[in-house]
């Protein structure tokens, strides 16, 4: 049992669930950057690159919502710690298998079995740092958890530079394994421990949905992390096909995916700083949204217009980059004993969004005749729409103690 409060956000929790969310991020984004190299050489070409691609993406993150369900609700039954070991050994073990496929349905699969893997590392590590520090220094490790995170997803847009895609699989699953060293010391939170032994539901989704109230501030939390995947999963991922549509010579979709990490990376740095400065977490994401909207209307006149798109690339992902106070905000609003199930599966439906957006903006093109881009852009008026309301009607949580129950 680890009774020890950290007042220093270098800490073996935070320390655990960084690297945790560091090939977290490297593992999730390596399928964007290997899109097209991995389906050309499984005999793919043309639209099927698109079409399987995203069908693709869509099976993994339909993974990553199951995983989520599922890793939640073991995380507060039985323990976060529990989670992070039992995640990194199934995406490890994808990981090693997706660097071996020979056709589209096993890749399929494989990246399932990646997704349901991957689900639980975001959630409990920021659960378990939140619950390890005190309540005026848990923002700081959550900003090292999430710049992590964001560096990862940089080192798999590097990779795909001098990385294979086999190979890069294969590394991402032996990292993984090598991750698990580190896990061996990780201690379990005060506040789960002191929770375990209460006889108050854990894990329970129907405690989670039953309430008005309580259901309301979780859609509302999915909802503000929904523009982070609608432009990376959708925008950044889908670079290739719209330089080709408005002829945009010399787009290099590793250039844009670095370039939107970046800004991620920088994004959760300055605004989780900001946020622990001005003692405010909703105002610090509204604040980043407003800047993400306006970033990605500048990208969208880019590309209507035709020119380079790698500075907008950058700006969006700075605009995006709440990802750090976000995932804390979501973790200080509920009660020990649904923490993870819900910070578990808020990470990973506003992730898995993008299966319903895909075939949203797919809809709607083909209802109004309208092409990729303009669908593309009508869906992210949606999206950032919706955010905004969500974060405005949420009420502020910084200086909230997590040491409380749902009942």
């Avoid at 990246?111 to 590392?121: H, K, P, S, T, W």
């Avoid at 698990?180 to 894990?203: C, D, I, P, T, Y």
Wanted: hydrophobic share 50%; aromatic share 12%; glycine share 10%.
């Amino acid at each position: 049992m680890n009774n020890k409060t950290y007042h220093s956000p270098f800490n073996i929790a935070v320390l655990a669930a960084g690297l945790g969310f560091f090939i977290d991020a490297f593992d999730l984004f390596l399928f964007n950057v290997y899109r097209i190299p991995s389906l050309k050489e499984l005999g793919l070409t043309g639209t099927e690159l698109t079409r399987v691609g995203e069908w693709l993406l869509s099976v993994q993150m339909l993974g990553m919502m199951v995983g989520g369900i599922l890793s939640g609700v073991i995380a507060d039954k039985k323990g976060r710690v529990t989670v992070m070991f039992g995640s990194i050994l199934l995406y490890s073990v994808s990981n090693l298998a997706n660097g071996f496929v020979n056709d589209v349905t096993t890749y399929a699969i494989i990246r399932f079995f990646a997704g349901v893997g991957l689900a639980g590392e975001l959630g409990a590590g920021i659960t378990l740092v939140g619950e390890s520090m005190s309540i005026k220094q848990r923002g700081y490790g959550t900003i090292l958890v999430a710049t992590l995170g964001a560096l990862g997803a940089i080192t798999a847009g590097l990779s795909g530079a001098f990385l294979p895609w086999r190979e890069a699989f294969i590394v991402a699953g032996v990292a993984g394994f090598l991750l698990l060293f580190v896990r061996v010391k990780s201690m379990e939170s005060s506040l789960f421990e002191s929770v375990k032994q209460k006889s108050a539901s854990k894990g329970s989704l129907i405690l989670l949905l039953s309430d008005k109230k309580r259901m309301a501030k979780y859609l509302a939390c999915i909802a503000m992390g929904v523009p982070i995947w609608y432009s990376v999963g959708l925008l950044i991922t889908l670079s290739p096909e719209l330089a080709e549509l408005h002829n945009i010579s010399g787009l290099k979709l590793s250039v844009c995916f670095i370039l939107f990490q970046c800004g991620i990376a920088s994004g959760d740095l300055s605004s989780g700083l900001i946020s622990q400065w001005l003692k405010s977490r909703k105002w610090v994401i509204f604040g980043f949204m407003m800047l993400g909207v306006l970033a990605t209307v500048f990208h969208f006149s880019r590309i209507f217009h035709g020119y380079d798109l790698s500075v907008t690339s950058f700006i969006m992902g700075l605009g995006c980059g709440y990802l750090s106070v976000f995932v804390t905000t979501t973790a200080e609003h509920f009660g020990t004993n649904l923490r993870v199930t819900v910070t578990a599966t808020v990470t990973n439906f506003m992730r898995g969004a993008v299966t319903l957006l895909i075939p949203f903006h797919q809809w709607i093109e083909k209802q109004f005749d309208w092409s990729l881009s303009t669908g593309l852009a009508v869906t992210g008026m949606f999206v950032w729409t919706l955010a905004i309301i969500s974060v405005v009607s949420l009420p502020e949580t910084y200086g909230k103690s997590m040491d409380y129950l749902e009942e």
